[in-house]
């Protein structure tokens, strides 16, 4: 508790961050990930393989990440490329990492769910443009509306750079036999490339029990 007092007091970023939770919620998904290190471990592996998977296919080039975070399910990217990295709020050790890359990383403080014209164009220049672990959250904001809008538009924003991964979540579910719970509507999405169930909240996470999400990945 200590320690994430101390990261969001020192992490630069807008007041609009510190003020609307998103900070603190960055810094939460920090220490989640190390509790739950072990249950995560198969799905951040398979997140990782697919963009990598897709990397490997290009020669370099401009790479963008949406919803970048701590980079815990996009691996860093390859000699070659040039990254922008967009989020709502970064965390201190992606800014220090920035500041050390020599320009190869650059840092975009920006809101993926009302996209700016500059965005836009930066995501139209890209060899290849990632978003994990970002549609649900999206389609979760209170700004959203029921329907296939949230995802339909995110899927056409990843579309218009060369190429494009989506890794998100799209249903839950609290124990392995049950019947998957949507959390949006998805059909808009094309036919996923791989899926995988990721155990978000292990036993003992959380008092309300452990939930499991089914995760899906798509390539244009
Ligand atoms: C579940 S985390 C995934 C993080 C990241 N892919 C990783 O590996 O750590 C979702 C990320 O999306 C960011 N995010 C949520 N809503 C956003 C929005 N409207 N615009 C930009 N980023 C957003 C959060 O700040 C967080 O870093």
């Keep these: 508790m200590l320690l994430e007092a101390l990261e969001w007091l020192v992490t630069p970023c807008p007041w609009t961050a510190r003020w609307d939770g998103s900070l603190a919620r960055q810094i939460a998904i920090r220490h989640r990930h190390h509790r739950c290190r072990a249950a995560w471990a ?27 975070g701590h980079l815990n399910d996009v691996p860093a990217p390859p000699s070659g490329f040039r990254s922008v990295l967009v989020d709502l709020v970064h965390p201190v050790e992606i800014q220090i990492a ?12 920006a809101d993926v769910f009302e996209v700016s014209s500059r965005l836009q164009s930066v995501i139209a220049a890209a060899d290849f ?18 329907g296939p809008g949230t995802a339909a538009l995110h899927w056409k924003l990843l579309s218009s750079a060369r190429h494009s991964l989506l890794i998100t979540d799209v249903a839950a579910r609290s124990h392995p036999g049950e019947a998957w ?40």
């Design 42 to 68: 198969d799905h951040l592996a398979r997140s990782r393989s697919q963009v990598q998977k897709c990397q490997n296919r290009l020669a370099g080039g401009l790479m963008v990440v949406l919803g970048s």
């Design 129 to 146: 443009c990632v978003s994990a672990g970002l549609l649900s959250q999206l389609a979760l904001d209170p700004r959203s509306g029921p």
């Design 181 to 220: 719970d949507p959390l949006f509507d998805s059909s808009a999405l094309p036919e996923p490339c791989a899926e995988w169930i990721w155990p978000l909240i292990p036993d003992g996470e959380s008092p309300q029990g452990p939930q499991e999400r089914l995760v899906r990945a798509f390539q244009h």
């Design 98 to 109: 920035a500041a050390c890359s020599r320009g190869r990383l650059v840092l975009e403080t």
